[in-house]
């Protein structure tokens, strides 16, 4: 989330290549918050890992989240939060790491791991419902919004100067920020997010409890602004304008605060991408794809609320975008051959790259859109791990995705973790684990990105989805080729 101009490239004193882990979590009377199952999986697997500094690394990782993110909202003294100081309902924010504000994406992320936990931890599973409710108000709030301020009183977020309006009285438009915003980029993903979020905590606890009238008018209005982004730019009716005329990054604005011509295809436009960079084309092909599932994922949440009609909504949009991605999202190129796309403008353009930040052309296996062995995903999967995908690096500390966020030469862990998390060999996912421990280089925590050739040069040492995404990972391999740890 960090702009490029402020990377953090931090000595690590006294550290050698082949310093121990340690422990980097905080004492315990400052952690957050406290899971038994959590600790009690913890202690579980690190006891018989092979590898004690990759174990150690784990057990910094899963937890940071719950040791460093989360607030558990008193809403008798909020002050102007997105939830009703009258609601009974648990209300999580989670803040992203080291910006204080609370990401849909982010947080989904972020929290996510925890879910197969929550059978055995009553306390952990109120944390969630807390965020699926804390969402829930969010989208109302503003469904344009990708990132949260806890409460009105939280203070400037930084972003005030920010050109980005809505529809008003009599054709006039009106300055959308809001005290209660930190920033309001429109991501596909983010929805998506939140759509995710919602699914799967029904899915690991069968909890109907979060989805109450809010959730599902929610719901309703993420459908709404999905079909309204299936539109052509020209024919757009304005609902959403973005300009920031003060960075340096063009990645942070987009082109007359609508983005670049784009025609309708059936897929929805997005004006962000999941690193918050501005889209080249409008039709994102990896956030089309995540829509997808969680839409056919969602309608079943639905169903069993006797939302039946919403349901049928949502099960025809996950078909209406399946069909045209497959028409208009897949490209054929003498050097490529036939590849997905990364975004395409469903007129004749189309940019081929890929970012860590997920979703993403890797990530399509681990959001569920298809089969990993799938040969379309295996061409496109060999050309984004290579010099195909204009933000693969590789180096003597990494080899993996980055993006245009912190620019080339810099390879994000997130990559290199959905390299093995998607990943059908032993040997791939061997060398992974091997490069992340690498790149872990002292400070013994996920970082947002590394610079190729130096482990010690890098951005953000306090990332927290990635921290969680890395403890997923373990908990995956430790489940499914136990042989590779143990």
């Known amino acids: 989330k960090l702009p490029f101009a402020v990377l953090c490239v931090l000595p690590l004193l006294g550290w050698r290549a082949d310093a121990a882990c ?5 004492d315990k009377a400052a952690r ?12 579980n697997i690190t006891s018989r890992m092979k590898d004690k500094d990759l174990a150690c690394l784990f057990a910094n990782a899963l937890p940071n989240t719950l040791d460093t993110t989360v607030v558990q909202v008193d809403k008798s003294a909020a002050s102007g939060a997105q939830c009703s100081k009258e609601s009974p309902h648990p209300d999580t924010f989670v803040i992203t790491g080291d910006i204080p504000a609370m990401w849909l994406r ?3 992320n972020q929290v996510l791991p925890y879910l197969r936990f929550v059978q055995e931890d009553a306390d952990l599973r109120q944390l969630i419902a807390g965020v699926v409710y804390r969402q829930t108000q969010q989208i109302n709030t503003d469904v344009y919004a990708n990132a949260h301020q806890l409460d009105a009183a939280q203070g400037p977020s930084g972003h005030e100067t920010d050109q980005t309006s809505k529809p008003a009285f009599a054709g006039t438009r009106v300055n959308a920020m809001t005290p209660l915003i930190f920033e309001r980029k429109y991501e596909l993903d983010s929805l998506c997010a939140f759509l995710k979020m919602s699914r799967s905590y029904y899915q690991a606890t069968g909890d109907k409890t979060p989805f109450t009238s809010d959730w599902v008018n929610a719901v309703d209005t993420v459908l709404q602004t999905m079909k309204s982004q299936q539109s052509s730019t020209s024919s757009y009716d304005g609902e959403y304008s973005f300009q920031r005329c003060t960075s340096c990054e063009p990645t942070d604005t987009l082109s007359h605060g609508i983005g670049a011509p784009a025609r309708s295809t059936g897929m929805v436009r997005s004006a962000f991408r999941p690193s918050d960079d501005a889209t080249t084309y409008g039709f994102f092909i990896p956030g089309n794809a995540m829509a997808v599932v969680e839409l056919q994922e969602v309608a079943k949440v639905l169903s069993a609320l006797g939302q ?7 099960v025809q949009l ?19 051959g036939r590849v997905y796309a990364y975004e395409v403008d469903g007129i004749s353009n189309f940019h081929f790259m890929d970012d860590a930040n997920v979703p993403s052309l890797l990530s399509l296996p681990y959001l569920g859109y298809l089969n990993a062995s ?3 995903y295996q061409a496109t999967r060999h050309a984004v791990l290579s010099s195909a995908n204009p933000y693969y690096s590789t180096g003597s500390c990494a080899g993996g995705t980055g993006g245009p966020h912190n620019g080339e030469g810099y390879v994000w862990p997130m990559s290199i973790i959905m390299t093995a998390l998607t990943s059908t060999s032993d040997q791939e996912i061997a060398a992974s684990l091997d490069m992340l421990k690498r790149t872990a280089d002292g400070l013994w925590l996920m970082k947002e990105s590394v610079w190729q050739d130096d ?3 890098y951005t953000r040492p306090w990332f927290s989805w990635c921290n969680s995404l890395f403890g997923e990972l373990i908990l995956t391999v430790a489940e499914q080729r136990p042989h590779l740890i143990f």
């Open 374 to 376: 799938d040969a379309l």
């Open 32 to 43: 957050r918050f406290v899971s038994t199952g959590v600790e009690s999986r913890i202690a």
């Open 455 to 457: 482990c010690g040069r």
């Open 106 to 108: 982010d947080s989904t």
């Open 22 to 26: 340690v422990d980097k979590r905080p």
């Open 318 to 336: 996950a078909a209406t975008i399946r069909t045209a991605l497959e028409k208009y999202g897949v490209v054929e190129t003498p050097q490529l």
């Open 308 to 314: 039946s009609a919403l349901a049928q909504d949502a």
